[in-house]
């Protein structure tokens, strides 16, 4: 089973205007206070309608990001203000650039989050749940080579064991934070080095579910994050040297 995360469609005009003001708004081009441009700019500069431009003002401000207000206009709301858990606000945070604080927080989630699911899907994922996880992971060793394909194939891994563990709302916590993990895992497995490092820590997690081990899967778990934590501090190090 695929998880896909619950993400405002780009397609069409509509949802490249959502996008586009969006991203504005969360990379800091448009700050919290500040007007949105003047409607007749907007929809010039993005070559749309009011129509378009309203309705997608509308999806901004259900997320949290804008406020519109007779005479005063639609200015950004401040960052507290913000639905920080939606799907597209975590995914333009990701898209905007490097951001030490947002993988940090991921990873503190993750440690929330993957321990329990592996311990839980342990003892209730299916054989056929267990067949699933293990074909992501032989995907992963023969991707190990290839960043794409090894991508895919962890996210399909970690996907298949919240699915795995019968728990709707880590399974739903998952497909929310699909967006930021991919970027944290572009992030740390860019070197070969560190796929061929996390390899076998997957494996782990792998060889605690097939076995029924609900200890040895959740240490693995803690295990592999602490591993990219590590990597993630590291490659923090690295982008401070080069500055």
């Given amino acids: 089973m695929t998880s896909r995360p619950h993400i405002y469609p780009r397609r069409g005009l509509h949802g490249e205007v959502v996008h586009t003001i969006g991203l504005q708004i969360v990379s800091g081009h448009l700050r919290p206070g500040d007007p949105l441009p003047p409607e007749d700019e907007l929809t010039s500069d993005l070559a749309v309608s009011r129509t378009v431009l309203r309705e ?4 901004l401000a259900a997320k949290g990001l804008v406020l519109a207000r007779p005479k005063i206009g639609t200015r950004v709301r401040e960052r507290s203000d913000w639905n920080i858990l939606d799907p597209d606000v975590l995914s333009w945070r990701a ?3 490097y951001d030490q604080k947002l993988y940090e927080e991921t990873t503190e989630v993750r440690l929330a989050i ?5 311990r839980l899907a342990a003892t209730r994922a299916t054989d056929e749940e267990v067949v699933s996880i293990t074909d992501a992971f032989a995907a992963m060793e023969a991707g190990v080579d290839d960043q794409p394909a090894y991508l895919v194939a962890d996210l399909e891994f970690h996907a298949r064991i919240l699915a795995s563990c019968h728990n709707e709302l880590l399974e739903h916590l998952g497909r929310i934070l699909r967006a930021v993990l991919r970027a944290t895992f572009l992030l740390t497995t860019t070197p070969s080095r560190s796929r061929r ?8 997690i792998l060889a605690g579910i097939v ?7 959740e240490t693995a778990a803690r295990t592999l994050i602490a591993d990219t934590a590590a990597d993630i501090r590291r490659l923090a190090r690295d982008d401070a040297t080069r500055r």
């Fill in 56 to 59: 997608a003002v509308r999806v």
């Fill in 95 to 97: 898209e905007a650039g």
């Fill in 114 to 118: 993957e321990p329990l699911a592996a």
């Fill in 197 to 204: 490092r996390a390899l076998p820590l997957h494996g782990a």
């Fill in 211 to 217: 076995a029924g081990d609900e200890d040895a899967a």
